[in-house]
């Protein structure tokens, strides 16, 4: 059964500071793994998405990498602002078209 | 761009209620899944369709009930409301392409209260 764990599950940092969240995943029969931001009692706004086959995909100051022999995944955020406090989540899409997300890593930009 | 809408945004209702949240997307996706997250907490996946007449239920186990009568629209319902089926419930599409690009896109989310 396919388990998708995220560390840290939170996180604070000064403002500007680099930053790298992690997630790994326990089957690599995956399709893509994709990078969500949840603002609190909102929905999901999606960040990246990496096909199996990518490497890694850029998004200005985001950059998601994506290593599925191992089972990691690592989004890295560059100059860290208050604006992107949120929860950050990542989901797999198994074999089976359904999506499997981990538990999330909740950020705190400290302006 | 994704479009992808739910109503209503919030919803207090009493415990015997039958409701239905709604939930539109115009992408022609054909892909739809609905999920319950609780305040701080993962999301479970409790409804998802393939297409058109297709329905499942998810990995959470739920006394909601969903149809999908036509591409964009996939409703749920639940028949008589309880307090333990308060929480934020979360509507998404994603479109079949083969090679992975099935990238997945939600809705705004409804937060339901049942007193």
């Given at each position: 059964?396919?388990?998708?764990?995220?560390?840290?599950?939170?996180?604070?940092?000064?403002?500007?500071?680099?930053?790298?969240?992690?997630?790994?995943?326990?089957?690599?029969?995956?399709y893509n793994?994709?990078?969500?931001?949840?603002?609190?009692?909102?929905?999901?706004?999606?960040?990246?998405l990496?096909q199996s086959?990518?490497?890694?995909?850029?998004?200005?100051?985001?950059?998601?990498?994506?290593?599925?022999?191992?089972?990691?995944?690592?989004?890295?955020?560059?100059?860290?602002?208050?604006?992107?406090?949120?929860?950050?989540?990542?989901?797999?899409l198994?074999?089976?078209y359904?999506?499997?997300?981990?538990?999330?890593?909740?950020?705190?930009?400290?302006? | 761009?994704?479009?992808?809408?739910?109503?209503?945004?919030?919803?207090?209702?009493?415990?015997?209620?039958?409701?239905?949240?709604?939930?539109?997307?115009?992408m022609g996706h054909d892909k739809?899944?609905?999920?319950?997250?609780?305040?701080?907490?993962?999301?479970?996946?409790?409804?998802?369709?393939?297409?058109?007449?297709?329905?499942?239920?998810?990995?959470?186990?739920?006394?909601?009930?969903?149809?999908?009568?036509?591409?964009?629209?996939?409703?749920?319902?639940?028949?008589?409301?309880?307090?333990?089926?308060?929480?934020?419930?979360?509507?998404?599409s994603s479109e079949f392409r083969q090679g992975g690009q099935n990238e997945q896109?939600?809705?705004?989310?409804?937060?339901?209260?049942?007193?």
């Amino acid at each position: 059964k396919q388990e998708v764990t995220q560390i840290p599950a939170a996180l604070s940092v000064p403002e500007g500071e680099n930053l790298v969240l992690n997630c790994s995943f326990t089957d690599s029969a995956i399709y893509n793994l994709q990078w969500f931001r949840q603002d609190p009692g909102k929905g999901l706004t999606s960040l990246l998405l990496i096909q199996s086959s990518q490497r890694e995909q850029t998004s200005g100051r985001l950059n998601a990498s994506l290593d599925k022999s191992s089972g990691r995944s690592t989004l890295y955020i560059a100059a860290s602002q208050p604006g992107d406090s949120a929860t950050y989540l990542c989901a797999v899409l198994a074999r089976t078209y359904k999506y499997i997300f981990g538990t999330g890593t909740r950020l705190k930009v400290l302006a | 761009e994704a479009d992808i809408y739910q109503t209503p945004r919030y919803l207090v209702i009493g415990t015997g209620k039958k409701i239905t949240l709604e939930c539109s997307q115009t992408m022609g996706h054909d892909k739809m899944y609905w999920y319950q997250q609780d305040p701080g907490m993962e999301l479970h996946l409790i409804h998802y369709s393939y297409g058109v007449n297709s329905t499942e239920k998810g990995d959470l186990s739920s006394e909601s009930t969903v149809s999908r009568i036509r591409t964009e629209h996939f409703p749920l319902t639940l028949e008589s409301a309880r307090p333990s089926h308060t929480s934020q419930y979360l509507c998404a599409s994603s479109e079949f392409r083969q090679g992975g690009q099935n990238e997945q896109f939600f809705g705004p989310g409804t937060r339901l209260t049942v007193l």
